[in-house]
């Protein structure tokens, strides 16, 4: 299929240079470089949510703990009834 892309003159010129230097067309490191985006998990695109994705499973353990520091500092200072 044909169609008109509108990239930045650099972006062009970094693709075409590229592209020579592997000695393919154009139009197939764009098609290269469209396929491997596509077949990227959603996440890698956001590369700080698998760090952030990879800590849900600790959401149980933060409460538990902030639960713990709660209680030891209600025994520190217990809340007085004015």
């Keep these: 299929m044909k169609t008109t892309l509108e990239i930045p003159d650099a972006v062009f010129r970094r693709a075409?240079?590229?592209?020579?230097?592997?000695?393919?067309?154009?139009?197939?490191?764009?098609?290269?470089?469209?396929?491997?985006?596509?077949e990227r998990p959603a996440a890698a695109e956001k590369p700080w949510m698998l760090l952030a994705g990879g800590l849900r499973s600790l959401k149980n353990e933060t409460a538990r703990i902030?639960?713990?520091i709660e209680e030891e500092f209600e025994t520190i200072e217990p809340e007085r009834d004015e």
């Design 66 to 68: 902030q639960r713990l």
């Design 16 to 38: 075409k240079a590229r592209a020579a230097e592997q000695g393919i067309p154009l139009r197939q490191l764009v098609t290269d470089a469209v396929i491997e985006k596509l």
